[in-house]
């Protein structure tokens, strides 16, 4: 049974956030830190892997949409994304092998909170959208194959955190290290007993000129000013992925 866990993601290859994060206390003496996916697909995404690997056993990866297309696009599949291409293009092989072995979900016991499954999108797909505002027969439809025994969902994917119960599961979504909507600062989540939705915050505009000094995609600075700065609300983003929920 894990007393503290350490939940982030999204962290989308922006190193000075994935720093300030894991400098934090109660990250570095969690017992566990679970990396919910969309590690790599920015700006610094050598940097930001080679730091998550020096974890250890002391982190548990997930996989995401953005880690999948990284992977397609080294094998020739190419994106619809600037940014994911050329990230893609930056990557070691074994960084490519390590995103390919990701696993869609891990289920570890926290304390308080029982079997906690941990995904990225949702616990049957790597880029489904579900909202905190997502109606309830949604979530129903997304959790139907789930355990009975699993009491705790925690996903990110759509960078706003959140925490709401669903027919009397608990679904956490920690937010976005690298690219929040809502508000700047690097989120992530703490579990055990309970559930804390935690915000870092850090120096954006020494974030901003680090990324545009260590980077060399092209569009680093206005990529770092976009995404760094929270230029989108978290209304934008509702709106933008409300279709996406099938309402």
């Given at each position: 049974m894990?007393?503290?866990?350490a939940?982030?993601?999204?962290?989308?290859g922006?190193?000075p956030?994935?720093e300030?994060?894991?400098?934090?206390p109660?990250?570095a003496?969690?017992?566990?830190?679970?990396?919910?996916g969309?590690?790599?697909?920015?700006?610094?995404?050598v940097?930001?892997?080679?730091l998550?690997t020096?974890?250890g056993?002391r982190?548990?990866w997930v996989?995401?949409?953005a880690d999948r297309e990284?992977?397609?696009a080294?094998?020739g599949k190419?994106?619809?994304?600037?940014i994911s291409?050329?990230a893609?293009?930056?990557?070691?092989?074994?960084?490519?092998?390590?995103?390919?072995a990701?696993p869609l979900t891990?289920?570890l016991p926290?304390a308080?909170?029982?079997e906690?499954?941990?995904c990225?999108?949702?616990?049957?797909?790597?880029e489904?959208?579900v909202?905190?505002?997502?109606r309830?027969?949604r979530w129903?439809?997304?959790f139907?194959?789930?355990?009975t025994?699993?009491?705790?969902?925690?996903?990110g994917?759509t960078?706003?955190?959140?925490t709401?119960l669903v027919d009397?599961?608990?679904v956490v979504n920690?937010?976005?290290?690298g690219?929040p909507?809502?508000?700047t600062?690097?989120?992530?989540?703490?579990?055990?007993?309970?559930?804390?939705l935690?915000?870092t915050g850090y120096d954006v505009?020494?974030?901003?000129?680090?990324?545009?000094a260590?980077?060399t995609f092209?569009?680093?600075?206005?990529?770092?000013d976009?995404?760094l700065?929270?230029?989108?609300s978290?209304?934008?983003?509702?709106v933008?992925?409300g279709p996406?929920d099938?309402?």
């Amino acid at each position: 049974m894990l007393e503290r866990v350490a939940v982030l993601s999204d962290i989308h290859g922006v190193l000075p956030a994935l720093e300030a994060v894991l400098a934090e206390p109660d990250v570095a003496t969690a017992d566990l830190i679970v990396l919910v996916g969309d590690l790599a697909a920015g700006p610094q995404p050598v940097e930001v892997l080679d730091l998550l690997t020096t974890l250890g056993d002391r982190a548990r990866w997930v996989g995401g949409n953005a880690d999948r297309e990284l992977v397609e696009a080294r094998a020739g599949k190419t994106s619809s994304i600037e940014i994911s291409n050329w990230a893609a293009a930056q990557l070691r092989d074994d960084h490519v092998a390590r995103l390919a072995a990701l696993p869609l979900t891990v289920t570890l016991p926290v304390a308080g909170l029982g079997e906690v499954l941990f995904c990225h999108a949702t616990p049957r797909n790597d880029e489904e959208v579900v909202l905190v505002d997502s109606r309830l027969e949604r979530w129903a439809e997304v959790f139907a194959a789930l355990p009975t025994e699993v009491g705790t969902v925690v996903c990110g994917h759509t960078h706003m955190p959140f925490t709401r119960l669903v027919d009397r599961r608990l679904v956490v979504n920690p937010g976005s290290v690298g690219m929040p909507y809502g508000g700047t600062g690097a989120w992530w989540a703490l579990l055990g007993p309970g559930v804390q939705l935690r915000r870092t915050g850090y120096d954006v505009d020494a974030a901003c000129a680090r990324v545009v000094a260590g980077s060399t995609f092209p569009d680093a600075a206005p990529w770092a000013d976009e995404y760094l700065r929270s230029r989108h609300s978290d209304v934008d983003a509702l709106v933008a992925f409300g279709p996406r929920d099938g309402r």
